[in-house]
């Protein structure tokens, strides 16, 4: 069975652009959390979705926004990139809310 | 944003070592997991605990959640050059209503020497 699918996998964007991500969570998973992870820390909680609805959100400013589309795969957006978005940007799912997220390969952003 | 304070930060071992790393945290959580990250990649889950006071083990590695439910612990034993990576812990907090976010430790870099 395939696992999480994020796409892109690399980005490089400047200063000012926005950036949609995308990521395809496990068959059967209904639940797609989203992290930035910026290089030498951990992965930071953004967003979690689940059914479709809003579940939480982590302490990201309002230019970050996501979305979860009725097959369960979702959009992360970022508007007016700034320099300090540059990290890795992780996907992770799991069959509910409250169950083991398994996570993506992550889409790579770059701004210059 | 929060991270779990993880130690030791990193640590060069001998093939055939065993390792030992563990995560603390001023908050309980109900839910601890393992994770290892090889660069450019997501992490991977190792281990997960659900219960204070589990002992879980998969292959070589064993994990334990602390029976305050603030700190858990991950052995690595006969390490081999794939063990290799970035360790990181993770605690979860469920709550009705609320998301179950994932916190994560600031990681173990593990290298391992032939």
């Known amino acids: 069975d395939a696992g999480v699918t994020q796409s892109p996998t690399h980005l490089i964007k400047t200063r000012g652009q926005q950036v949609t991500l995308r990521c395809s969570p496990i068959s059967g998973h209904k639940s797609v959390s989203w992290y930035q992870q910026v290089l030498g820390q951990g992965p930071q909680f953004i967003f979690q979705y689940y059914e479709k609805e809003e579940r939480g959100r982590g302490n990201f400013p309002d230019r970050f926004s996501a979305r979860q589309f009725p097959n369960y795969s979702s959009e992360l957006n970022v508007n007016a990139l700034l320099l300090g978005d540059s990290a890795l940007y992780l996907c992770?799912?799991?069959?509910?809310?409250?169950?083991?997220?398994?996570f993506g390969p992550g889409t790579r952003l770059l701004v210059l | 944003g929060q991270q779990l304070n993880q130690s030791p930060q990193s640590m060069f071992i001998q093939e055939g070592e065993d390792v030992s790393m563990n995560c603390t945290s001023s908050s309980i959580f109900n839910t601890w997991l393992w994770y290892k990250q090889d660069p450019g990649e997501g992490p991977v889950l190792l281990i997960a605990l659900y219960k204070a006071g589990e002992l879980t083990s998969n292959g070589r590695l064993t994990a334990q959640f602390g029976i305050t439910r603030k700190d858990s612990f991950l052995n690595i034993s006969a390490s081999i050059p794939s063990d290799v990576g970035i360790y990181f812990c993770a605690g979860q907090f469920l709550n009705t209503g609320t998301a179950s976010k994932l916190t994560f430790g600031t990681g173990t870099r593990l290298q391992v020497t032939l």
């Open positions: 992770a799912s799991s069959l509910r809310r409250e169950e083991t997220q398994y």
